[in-house]
């Protein structure tokens, strides 16, 4: 499947403002509920519901997967798709984050 094609099947995101992602209380990456980001936020908040908050190497991983093409693209172009880019280094660091989505 194809990055469009998943993102019809995770939740949707029109309640939320944006989601925080978080070391402790320290805002590592804020994806926030605009244009060129609801893909992002879908990812994101699927992987909050799935995994209860946790951003860690599994859920890093089940990430990638749902990113579909764009993981392969972000490995050929580091710095294209940031959000992808945190997933990997989740898993290449071994960092361990919450998710906080942002209600409205």
Known sequence: ????AILET????DHLTGLNILNGETVVRHIPAAP?????LRVYYALAQKFNGKLDRTSAEKGLELF????????????????VDLLMRVIAENHRYLLQPLLK
Do not use: I, Q
């Open 1 to 4: 499947m194809n990055f469009s």
């Open 68 to 83: 579909a093409e764009h993981t392969a693209d972000a490995k050929a172009h580091p710095g294209k798709h940031p959000n």
């Open 10 to 13: 995770l939740p949707t995101v």
């Open 36 to 40: 060129g980001k609801f893909g992002s």
